[in-house]
């Protein structure tokens, strides 16, 4: 590791003053986790399947990103991989490149953005090792997690909840300069502080998913969740599914969770889930010969009804999209709601409208979450009441596997990925505190 870097490391984590780690000069250069723009069409002709992210995500040198009002540079101690990764790295559903110099359009401040390397990562926890101008908050040598809602809110727009706004983007995503980097550059408005029990990988493990899980079953902007609600639950062991499961638990609400091995149940079981589908061995086929399949969708509408005493789920917590939304829909209770943030298995939606107008059904559209509610989402991760799902930790030079596990569905949980930190384990504040709460925090571990 680079001298300066180390000096700003030992500074930052062992309680040096501000104005020192201020004082403390940067590295000429990082090791950020990239893809390039030179490559953004190797994939070009090839089923998404074959694209293959070992190919285009790779550790680079880079240069450090210069620090703008309102922003601040942190040391990533460690990041996590998020779905959006596999999209960088596999350029759908268009490379990330256009989003870059989309934002160098609009700015001098998004000019810096638009390069020939797009450091990914939407996910961090570290440390603060310089303020921008205009920041009050935040100082450097605090310990923060960072929410991934990139935004100004300098229209209108976005001041009755930041996701509105129009120029809102999903940092190391649609922005450059990400958190699988030895310095990644944050807006002051994304730090949270960093739960006192949970490790560095942990902590890193936790926002992009947790919060976008807590706005579509929780936040009146979504789902509204209320006690006694049968919420069916997609996925119940992924990085949005695994959080959702403990939301709605703590909730009040009555978690059918479907999954695809019998692993991934028993682990769910382990957990106290009792209603748990497992999709694979009952060997749902929503689609046959390029057509719905109703017949299908009943058959996992009985199903839920076995599982519930009769009930239909209030809540659909809906991700993979075309492959599964026309059961969704069928299921779902009449005046019930589907909330949908992503299309993993494909954009282009079919259900039969029928089920939902004369049932008076909704399908609600939610993205990632605003500050509040990741503060909020974080709130209960540092009082213990959600737990990190962090299956799997990787070094940084080993990143484009964990993209590959997340792309070919091999994982379970969140996997996390070490950048300053040189091993797991490391950065718990109140040792007294992960004490009580060590059979939750061992739970998801290394299941992959
Ligand atoms: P993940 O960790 O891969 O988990 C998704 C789970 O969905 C998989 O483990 C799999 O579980 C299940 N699944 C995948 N394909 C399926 C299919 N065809 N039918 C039924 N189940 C299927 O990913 P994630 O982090 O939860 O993210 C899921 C999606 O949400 C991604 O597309 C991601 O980009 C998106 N997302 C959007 C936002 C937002 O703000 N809009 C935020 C986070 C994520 P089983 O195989 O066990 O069933």
Not at 135 to 157: F, I, M, S
Not at 196 to 213: D, G, K, R, V, Y
Request: overall charge negative; charged content about 20%.
């Amino acid at each position: 590791m680079d001298k300066a870097l180390q000096d700003l490391l030992a500074a930052a984590t062992a309680g040096g003053t501000p104005a020192e780690i201020a004082g403390l000069p940067l590295p000429e250069s990082m090791r950020a986790a990239v893809v390039r723009s030179s490559e953004a069409t190797m994939f070009e002709g090839m089923a998404s399947r074959d694209k293959d992210p070992r190919k285009s995500l790779h550790v680079d040198e880079v240069a450090i990103p210069p620090l703008g009002p309102n922003e601040c540079l942190i040391a990533p101690m460690a990041s996590a991989l998020n779905f959006n990764t596999v999209w960088t790295s596999i350029f759908e559903p268009l490379s990330t490149f256009v989003f870059l110099k989309r934002f160098a359009k609009e700015s001098d401040l998004g000019r810096r953005h638009d390069l020939d390397h797009h450091i990914v990562g939407s996910d961090a926890a570290g440390v603060v090792v310089r303020v921008g101008a205009g920041v009050t908050r935040w100082k450097a040598g605090d310990r923060v997690t960072v929410h991934c809602n990139y935004v100004d809110l300098e229209g209108p727009e976005g001041h009755d909840d930041s996701m509105m706004d129009a120029r809102q983007r999903i940092w190391g995503f649609e922005t450059n300069f990400g958190g699988m980097a030895e310095l990644a550059l944050v807006k002051a408005n994304q730090l949270m502080p960093m739960p006192t029990h949970l490790t560095w990988e942990e902590a890193a493990s936790l926002s992009l998913t947790l919060a976008t899980s807590y706005r579509m079953l929780v936040s009146p902007n979504a789902g509204s969740m209320k006690q006694g609600d049968v919420v069916l639950i997609w996925g119940a062991t992924g990085g949005l599914g695994g959080f959702a499961v403990q939301l709605v638990t703590n909730g009040g609400g009555i978690p059918v969770c479907v999954v695809s091995s019998p692993e991934k149940a028993e682990l769910l079981r382990s957990l106290g889930v009792e209603r748990i589908i497992d999709r694979a061995d009952e060997d749902y086929r929503f689609w046959a010969d390029g057509e719905q399949q109703p017949a299908e969708w009943r058959r996992l509408g009985k199903r839920i009804r076995e599982l519930t005493g009769g009930e239909d789920p209030d809540l659909v917590f809906e991700h993979p999209g075309r492959q599964t939304i026309g059961a969704s829909v069928f299921v779902t209770k009449r005046g019930g709601t589907i909330v949908t943030c992503a299309s993993t298995s494909g954009y282009l939606h079919e259900y039969d409208n029928r089920y939902l107008w004369m049932n008076l059904k909704r399908i609600v559209g939610s993205h990632f979450a605003n500050y509040k509610e990741a503060w909020e989402a974080n709130r209960l991760v540092n009082l213990g009441m959600i737990h990190p799902i962090l299956t799997r930790t990787y070094p940084l030079d080993q990143v484009a596997e964990a993209a590959y596990a997340i792309h070919t569905n091999q994982h379970t949980g969140k996997l996390g990925v070490l950048v300053n930190a040189d091993q797991e384990g490391l950065g718990v504040a109140d040792a007294a505190k992960r004490e009580r709460f060590a059979g939750p925090l061992s739970a998801w571990k290394h299941l992959t």
